[in-house]
């Protein structure tokens, strides 16, 4: 019988970061569409590596010397890895702060390319619900965990314009199965227009470094992504389904902490360490 070659895929081998995570394992499944082989990071369990395309590596982001290790012999980046929530400083500086920075240091060292770095909703929480917000409406962080991602997004524009890694930073909205209460009727990212999105930003020519909202074709978005048309992300999903289901849940009082910023309950968790 007559072997025929494998398929070409655009890429040999990418890194996934975050992999252990939600987001992470919905992407580990995914990724192999793109590429022969994903290196799947994370410092928290994963299910074992399967086989000769999918490779685990254990890896803290903190650490410089490991972090250049993982990046030897990848084409592109998948970085998801960090504090995924709002914590002390402290925390979020070493695995977003840092580890980003490590990232991007390896990247330049191993000749990568590009990059799907995962910001954040979160560096724009502190707009109103109901104000739309781009990719060029001034920066409004609402936390420790937000400032870090707007960190990251300059560390990738720095990076392009010295470097020339171009990087797509995809700002999250609430990505889940299904809209968990309210708010992300207009945040909501339904999981097949998030590997959609990252198909788009491992893909598209000339990025440089393109800043887009992660968000399903949602009735009420709060965010245009009018400057990432190039990008070709046409979201299929809507949460409209699901909001006679979310509607059922007690209504917010107005009066609530938070409840009228798009970041929600990130603009007012902390202080932290107070007495």
């Not at 992300?233 to 609530?256: G, L, W």
């Amino acid at each position: 019988m007559t072997q025929h070659p494998a398929t070409p895929k655009p890429f040999n081998r990418i890194l996934l970061t975050g992999a252990a995570g939600g987001l992470g394992r919905v992407l580990r499944e995914a990724l192999p569409t793109h590429a022969h082989i994903v290196r799947a990071s994370d410092i928290s369990p994963m299910t074992p590596s399967r086989g000769k395309h999918d490779e685990v590596a254990y890896c803290d982001l903190a650490d410089k010397a490991g972090v250049a290790a993982l990046v030897k012999d990848v084409d592109a980046i998948v970085h998801l890895g960090g504090v995924s929530v709002e914590r002390p400083f402290e925390q979020i500086l070493e695995a977003n702060i840092r580890g980003t920075f490590h990232v991007y240091e390896a990247a330049r060292q191993h000749g990568v390319k590009r990059i799907v770095f995962a910001s954040s909703n979160h560096v724009t929480g502190f707009y109103p619900q109901g104000v739309e917000v781009d990719a060029h409406s001034p920066r409004r962080p609402d936390g420790y965990y937000g400032l870090s991602k707007a960190y990251g997004e300059d560390m990738a524009t720095f990076y392009f314009h010295r470097y020339g890694i171009q990087t797509v930073s995809v700002r999250i909205g609430s990505s889940f199965p299904q809209p968990r209460n309210r708010r992300m009727l207009s945040t909501w990212l339904s999981y097949p227009d998030l590997e959609h999105l990252v198909a788009r930003a491992l893909l598209a020519d000339q990025v440089e470094h393109t800043v887009v909202y992660g968000v399903s074709n949602n009735r009420d978005p709060w965010w245009n992504n009018r400057h990432a048309a190039h990008l070709g992300f046409a979201p299929q999903d809507n949460s409209q389904v699901f909001r006679a289901q979310v509607e059922q849940q007690t209504k917010p009082a107005e009066q609530q902490p938070g409840s009228g910023f798009q970041g929600g309950p990130f603009t007012v968790a902390g202080p932290f360490g107070d007495d």
